[in-house]
């Protein structure tokens, strides 16, 4: 059975950064793509990036030149560097393999960004 783990949330002041690691277990075939993605009290869970197994990247365009989404040297394993946290980007963010359609997602991580 195919699992995600995320971690790397928390409690962060405005202007902060935090890492987010999502690691795939479960499977010996490379999962792509894989992205993360948040879900804010209220709001629904959107899209924040994706990287591809060409390694190009997408973002939404609240979090560009903000956050950096990046594979890990290990299979099945990303990062998301978030910096110049806002209050705004609090929410559940939580981590995806394969795309929409696959419905593989992590139990999500909190990020809570003070003002």
Not at 14 to 28: E, I
Not at 60 to 88: C, H, Q, W
Request: aromatic share 8%.
């Amino acid at each position: 059975q195919v699992q995600l783990v995320e971690s790397g949330g928390g409690l962060v002041q405005a202007g902060g950064s935090l890492r987010l690691s999502c690691a795939v277990s479960g499977t010996t075939f490379s999962i792509h793509p894989m992205g993360w993605y948040r879900q804010a009290p209220g709001k629904q869970r959107g899209l924040v990036a994706a990287i591809r197994r060409d390694g190009s990247t997408n973002y939404a365009d609240s979090v560009k030149g903000r956050f950096t989404i990046s594979k890990g040297n290990a299979k099945n394993t990303v990062y998301m560097e978030m910096n110049s946290l806002k209050p705004e980007d609090t929410a559940v963010y939580y981590c995806n393999a394969g795309g929409l359609d696959s419905n593989i997602w992590g139990k999500g991580t909190l990020v809570t960004v003070s003002s």
